[in-house]
């Protein structure tokens, strides 16, 4: 049974704030509240290397969010900047041109547009070479930043402003949500985790966690989205919650490639999890698509199943 | 000072091992491959102190070397054709950083169709990319070059990143004698590298690359890079006259081979101008006063220079070994629009376009070239662009295409 | 030609009622150009949207900058400086600001044209249409009757604009409803037509050129965010009832912006000049001691506290 060894109780997440207010970023994003607590953990003495995304807004002349440092790189890219960084502070700490206190830890911030799809062969690259640095995926399913466009990680029926309803497709993309933590697996870094926002002390746990590792040490977060996902944005947490709840966001981490489930959620259906969200009304209106719903059901289902076979 | 038997590969290898370069991120393409090859070898020996890493793709490789470069360390690289267009973007990027690193560009023709020799359409591509331009004639000057690339890169008045072009085949296979500098006196001519406004770590920390939103902010970066380009051409005067000092070789913006009392000059680049330099002797032998201007900064665009150069001829000729189709030569144009202003212009500018892909550039056609020149010259009227093609290669083309239909 | 430009918070529909702005004057028979301003906006962040039309084709692009009409879908976008609803706004202007105060109120601490209306259409989509933030068809509505076009034109411009964005019949025929309402609620504006601005030659900036440290695109002050206000972002706003707090920390643990700090009693504190307004502390509190309220435009407000 997983359990939690430094974050017991809510009250022990740091107060102290490391990404500052006063973002560009959409009120109520899920992905913000993932790096905020992450940020609470990793400190002050880091570098974001950032792919194109949300998050660019973060630093946008002449305001900066981050107490620490920023470099903004490519979408296609952000790894390969990690890669860079890390050695170059390596080379210069060795030849003694920088004090060893000034090392940071290096960071890369990319959506699920630039994980999962363009920056897959930098991401491979650098956990292949066994860079020893964190990898913050915000995962909010769409290509957010140009307006929801589909992606890779957008799950079987979710509206996107091009996988739209249709008589042809009536349950909207037929697309399943490409496996990235598998992806990463087969790579066999040292520490990955997928977390919630919605389950701070969870997120707060593997943070801590992941900082006793050398290597890549690789971050899925839910990134739950009101203005993409099309709900009301004071129920990003209650959104999260059932993604949780209902095994459609399993809370895990695997340990060189050991996994572990993190949670065991009960399994509400499904459908109080897309109930909730304008991205998958069309499942419940005009008329209610009975086999879309049942296939994300056994989808699921079929998932936990085979994590209580290999968990036994 | 010793000489030594190099290839144009080695020599751009010697001269990042002069230059004491930090890291090293690369991916193989011919015809660049040696110059990694040579590098991962001597940081393995510890012969360069620096770090070596393979990359999983040129647009990797670049980021890497950016971030790397504006984390504070002296950063060189290398690549090819395909894999600097793979880059391209990042291109962008690291000038914009005002990240002074040291990209060697071994010139090869783009696909389709994919060919492994010559041209300089892929280093041409990435004239407006913010990195100045040096592109060589010789393994010596590769070396050289790289020398002053970083000492005009680095220096707070530029602060940008720097191509220096060899050819493939040509240069980056070809041995010919190198002499190295001293690595005491490289020392003296090349500061350490302690920029002002890069650097990660903890006790100053900073956000770069930053997102601007709205034109004001972005015309003004923009405008800075222009101005820094322009600095340039000082700080390489600078350069050149401290490395003539301390080496005994010159090396200027433009080069001229016996432009004194020349009535017609023919402009080139890189390799090839060695070829042109002999049809100039060629063409004197002939009693034809032709002389030679050899482009070697390509950005900044050295126009003072080149109007310099080019006054009171009677015709000039660009010679473009790339072709921008349905324009034509790029440097025709760039020269063109440097001479508009110039009340004493040559009273013609051809274009020539040859040696693409690594095709031949024949002494037959020189004098062809210069024969057309020089009638343009009489007649006060330009000509081209002239899509340089022998008969020869005609002929073998034809049959190579009634191969190519089963019609041979 | 006429020129409107709309000011409003992204996700307000600003933009679609430009559109339906533009929509109604090319069905009345006009030359009609509508355009947003795209960049960093994002839901709650200030937007911009233009419309022109005219008799005689357009020779203008982009931002509108000497309005004849402005239309603001969020009185605290008159105090938010980033927003510049006030600019190219002259004696002439005519003014349209949703807002639930008097004009008297607005005017107390601006310097506001003779030719404003105030209405509280928010108050009204909230009321009728039982949604904070779908007003577009009222500002389109609104926009059309003060530029004097006619009803059947405005209603198919909705119904066009409603119907792209993929809503449903039964809500495009609610907001006709509530748009004819505020269609008849004001009467067409007197435009001054044919008004120019004299043009001047601009005085040009030699750039020159800057150190590194300056001349790159480049922030050292980390974390200076702060200074950049977005508490006007907010409709609504958390209000603590002190007396029902638990001391549980999930506000402040699931607050996205880290604008909710817990004092030495362990009492939420709310960073008013940065929360959003997201609502998340008002779902998420379990004992409902954090309530919204809707926040009193105009003015400071959010900043007052």
């Known amino acids: 049974m997983w359990q939690r060894e430094t974050f017991k109780k809510i009250k022990q997440i740091p107060r102290e704030e490391h990404v500052m207010p006063g973002t560009a970023l959409c009120a109520g994003c899920g992905g913000l509240e993932a790096l905020r607590l992450a940020a609470k953990v990793l400190g002050d003495h880091v570098v974001y290397v950032n792919a194109a995304g949300c998050f660019t807004m973060l630093a946008a002349y002449p305001y900066s969010s981050f107490k620490g440092s920023w470099l903004y790189t490519t979408m296609g890219s952000a790894p390969a900047g990690a890669q860079g960084i890390r050695d170059a502070l390596d080379v210069l700490i060795a030849k003694r041109r920088l004090p060893k206190s000034e090392d940071l830890k290096v960071i890369v911030l990319g959506g699920d547009g630039s994980t999962y799809d363009m920056a897959l062969s930098a991401t491979s690259g650098a956990m292949n070479r066994q860079l020893d640095f964190y990898y913050i995926c915000y995962d909010n399913e769409a290509y957010g930043n140009t307006g929801m466009q589909l992606s890779p990680a957008t799950p079987y029926a979710a509206r996107t402003a091009t996988s739209p309803c249709s008589l042809q497709h009536p349950a909207a993309t037929m697309q399943e949500k490409k496996d990235i933590f598998e992806i990463w697996r087969a790579h066999r870094p040292p520490y990955i985790a997928t977390v919630a926002p919605r389950y701070p002390l969870d997120l707060e746990e593997k943070f801590a966690r992941a900082a006793t590792f050398t290597g890549p040490k690789m971050f899925l977060a839910l990134a739950a989205c009101p203005t993409g996902w099309l709900y009301d944005p004071g129920a990003t947490p209650e959104v999260a919650k059932l993604a949780v709840e209902t095994g459609l966001w399993p809370l895990k981490e695997a340990v060189n490639g050991v996994v572990t489930h993190t949670y065991i959620p009960k399994r509400k259906p499904v459908e109080a999890y897309l109930r909730l969200q304008g991205r998958f009304r069309h499942l419940f209106e005009p008329t209610v698509q009975t086999d879309a719903i049942r296939h994300i059901q056994e989808r699921v289902d079929a998932y936990w199943q085979q994590a209580a076979q290999e968990q036994a | 000072m010793d000489s030594q038997m190099m290839t144009g590969n080695l020599a751009a290898a010697w001269g990042a091992r002069l230059a004491d370069v930090d890291y090293i991120p690369a991916f193989p393409i011919t015809p660049q491959t040696e110059i990694v090859e040579a590098l991962a070898k001597w940081c393995e020996r510890g012969e360069v102190a620096a770090t070596f890493v393979s990359m999983d793709s040129e647009h990797s490789m670049m980021t890497a070397a950016g971030a790397a470069e504006v984390t504070g360390a002296r950063v060189f690289t290398a690549t090819s054709s395909q894999g600097l267009l793979h880059a391209f973007e990042v291109l962008y990027s690291i000038s914009g950083w005002r990240a002074p690193l040291v990209l060697v560009n071994v010139s090869r023709a783009l696909a389709a169709p994919i060919t492994l020799e010559s041209d300089h359409n892929d280093v041409l591509a990435a004239r407006d990319a913010g990195f100045l331009q040096i592109h060589a ?10 020398l002053m690339a970083y000492r005009i890169a680095e220096d707070e008045r530029v602060m940008l990143p720097v191509i220096v072009n060899l050819d493939g085949f040509t240069l980056s296979f070809t041995r010919e004698p190198v002499s190295l500098p001293d690595p005491d006196m490289v020392r003296r001519f090349l500061p350490p590298f302690r920029p002002s406004h890069l650097g990660f770590a903890a006790s100053s920390p900073h956000a770069l690359g930053v997102a601007v939103i709205g034109g004001t902010s972005y015309a003004y970066f923009r405008h800075q890079m222009h101005l820094a380009a322009q600095n340039a051409l000082e700080v390489h005067r600078e350069a050149a006259d401290s490395f003539h000092a301390l080496f005994g070789r010159r090396y200027d913006l433009v080069e001229g081979y016996r432009l004194e009392d020349a009535d017609d000059v023919l402009v080139m680049t890189n390799a090839g101008a060695s070829k042109g330099k002999a049809a100039v002797d060629a063409a004197r032998a002939q009693g034809k006063r032709g002389g030679l201007l050899r482009l070697r900064v390509i950005r900044p665009w050295p126009a003072e220079a080149i109007r310099e150069a080019l006054r009171d001829r009677r015709a000039v000729a660009v010679l473009d070994q790339n072709l921008a189709p349905g324009q034509g030569g ?42 057309q020149t020089a009638e343009a010259g009489v007649a006060g ?19 190579l295409q009634m191969v190519a239909t089963g019609n041979a | 030609m006429v020129a409107v430009r709309f000011h409003g918070r992204g996700g307000q529909g600003a933009k679609t009622a430009s559109r339906i702005l533009g929509t109604a004057a090319f069905l009345s028979g006009y030359v009609a150009q509508d355009s947003p301003i795209y960049g960093a906006e994002r839901r709650g962040a200030p937007v911009a949207a233009f419309t022109r039309f005219s008799r005689e084709p357009i020779r203008e692009r982009g931002a509108i900058t000497y309005p004849d009409v402005i239309v603001v879908a969020d009185a605290s976008l008159l105090d938010d400086a980033t927003a510049r609803v006030v600019d190219g706004m002259d004696d002439q202007t005519v003014l349209f600001v949703n807002s639930s105060l008097s004009t008297d109120a607005l005017r107390a601490h601006l310097s506001l044209p003779e030719q404003m209306t105030v209405r509280d259409v928010t108050g009204i989509a909230l009321q009728q249409l039982g949604q904070r933030e779908a007003i577009s068809a009222l500002l389109g509505a609104v926009a059309a009757r003060l530029v004097g076009l006619e009803w059947e034109s405005v209603r198919l411009a909705i119904t066009r604009e409603l119907q792209d964005l993929a809503v449903t019949a039964p809500v495009i025929e609610k907001n006709l409803t509530v748009a004819k309402q505020c269609y008849d609620s004001s009467g067409p504006a007197s435009l001054h037509k044919g008004r120019s601005q004299a043009i001047s030659v601009a005085a040009l900036h030699r750039p020159i050129y800057e150190p590194p440290t300056k001349g790159t695109a480049r922030i050292s002050a980390a974390g200076n965010s702060v200074l950049r206000e977005t508490g006007g972002w907010r409709t609504f706003r958390p209000v603590l009832f002190a007396d029902k707090c638990n001391g549980c920390w999930l506000c402040f643990a699931y607050c996205p912006d880290g604008v909710i700090a817990m004092n030495q009693e362990d009492r939420p504190v709310v960073d008013y000049a940065h929360c959003k307004g997201c609502q998340i502390c008002v779902h998420e509190c379990p004992t409902h001691a954090l309530v919204a309220e809707r926040e009193a435009e105009g003015g400071v407000a959010w900043t007052a506290k």
């Open chain 2, 381 to 399: 009227r330009g000509l081209g662009p002239v899509l340089l093609y022998s008969a020869e290669e005609h002929r073998e083309m034809t049959h």
């Open chain 2, 137 to 146: 004639e010789t393994c010596q000057e590769v070396l050289d070059s790289i």
């Open chain 2, 330 to 371: 790029i440097l025709y144009q760039e020269v063109a629009a440097c001479l508009y202003h110039e009340a004493r212009r040559p009273r013609a500018l051809c274009s020539f376009i040859g040696g693409l892909g690594g095709q031949n550039l024949s002494e037959g056609e020189f004098q062809a070239i210069f024969e």
